[in-house]
Structure formats: C-alpha cells, structure tokens
C-alpha cells in the first residue's frame, strides 16, 4: 500500500492514541454514527458514495506508526478499501432487531482499530424492512473531530443523491488535515505559554455547574439543570461571533 506522505500528529490526536491503546481502555475513541435510513436503499450507490469520500480526504485514509527514532507519526496512504458489512433483519420482530443492532454496536465498539492499518474506519448496512435501513459508521476519534462528522456525511450523501439522480454533485474544497499541523508546528509555544497562563492565574481546581450530580450508570439519559437569565444572557453574548 503506498504511502503519499507522512507527518506528525497532534497534541490531541497523540492523547487519543495514548489512551485508546492501554489495554484496560478497549473501545476508547471508536465512536459510532447512527443513521436511520427510511428509503429504499441502493447499497452499492452507497458504498461508492463512501469510497469517493476517501479518496477526497487524505486524512481518511490515515494510519499511525511508529518512524526509526521512536516518534509517533500519521500515514496518508494512496488508496484503501473501505469494509463494508451488509445484515439483512428482514422478517425478525422489532425487539429481536434491536436486540441484533444492539449486540453489534457493542461487539463493534470493542473490536476497535489496528492504528497501523487504513482506513481506521468501517460500515455496516441493516435492513430492518424493504425500505427502512440503518447505517453504522464506525471510525476512531483520532481522524475527525464532531463538525468534520456532519461536512462528511453531507459529502456522502450529496454524491448518493447526485449519483441516482443521474447529476453530477458539486463539493466545496476542503484543506487537507495536514495544512493544520503545519501551520501548528510554526507557532512559537513560548510566546504563547505566558498568555494561558496569565488567562488561567487563580484557578486550582476544575470549574463545575452548580447543583449538578452525575452518577455513573450504563447506556445514556439526559441531565438538565436551570440558569439564570443574568448567566444565560452572558454566554449568549459571549458565543456571538465577533466582528
């Protein structure tokens, strides 16, 4: 598999891959995109869609490895082949598909990635009826962050749509992930330490919201907690883009 070219990670991409190989942190960093397709599915439409993704974005055909002087460094490769596993549930009860779904997404999870093979990503396709599917995307934190998610998916389903529609799909141009850490390695950490300092003098301990409590427990829920206007209206202005 050729490689095209090779350059380092970043801080955060070098945490991430840290923790997701101790061996007491099985399924750290995999995350999984859920998506309930209620169409009548072309699949290999699909899976072409994904591969065009690919070979659009070199830093979803990255792997990590380990160079000559012990430095960790991300791998764009030329090409590579996307898995793809098709499960057809047709016919079952609802409970027993959700039964199957669930018992994947956790066997899915826990398999995890070798970092040193690309992609570090992978699909499953469930039929639940003749148009009803869902679509596991499974693929390790260290490619994407939560907005570059949502620019592929819409990639992906802007060339599905173009491609069965018989139209050729018009896609913004996306900087390379590479351009990033390039413009990281030029900037000056000891001009900027004294700022971060300065910005975090006083604080000893992690801020938290008052009055919320959280107890470990398994699966998910939803955790609320009431502001006050005086505060709700200070993170308002303080979101507003600024001119």
Not at 18 to 33: A, L, M, N
Not at 137 to 153: K, P, Q, Y
Request: charged share 15%; proline share 4%; aromatic share 10%.
């Amino acid at each position: 598999m050729k490689i095209l070219s090779g350059y380092p990670l970043s801080p955060m991409q070098q945490g991430m891959l840290f923790h997701s190989t101790q061996e007491d942190r099985q399924g750290y960093y995999i995350e999984q995109v859920i998506c309930n397709l209620r169409e009548t599915l072309n699949v290999s439409v699909l899976i072409q869609s994904w591969q065009q993704v690919l070979e659009r974005h070199s830093v979803l055909r990255t792997s990590f490895s380990t160079d000559a002087i012990l430095q960790l460094r991300q791998q764009v490769h030329e090409q590579v082949d996307l898995s793809v596993t098709q499960h057809d549930l047709q016919g079952l009860p609802n409970s027993e598909q959700n039964e199957r779904l669930t018992a994947f997404l956790w066997r899915d999870r826990q398999a995890g990635f070798d970092m040193t093979v690309a992609p570090l990503m992978r699909l499953a396709v469930f039929q639940r009826e003749g148009a009803d599917y869902t679509l596991v995307w499974t693929f390790h934190h260290a490619l994407l962050d939560g907005r570059s998610i949502a620019m592929v998916l819409q990639e992906v389903f802007a060339l599905y749509d173009g491609k069965i529609l018989g139209q050729k799909s018009s896609l913004p141009d996306r900087r390379p992930y590479q351009d990033y850490i390039a413009w990281l390695e030029q900037q000056s950490f000891a001009t900027t330490e004294p700022f971060w300092q300065n910005l975090l003098r006083g604080f000893t301990q992690p801020t938290r919201f008052a009055n919320l409590t959280y107890e470990p427990a398994s699966g998910y829920g939803l955790l609320q907690t009431q502001l006050s206007q005086t505060l709700s209206t200070a993170l308002t202005t303080l979101a507003q883009p600024r001119t």
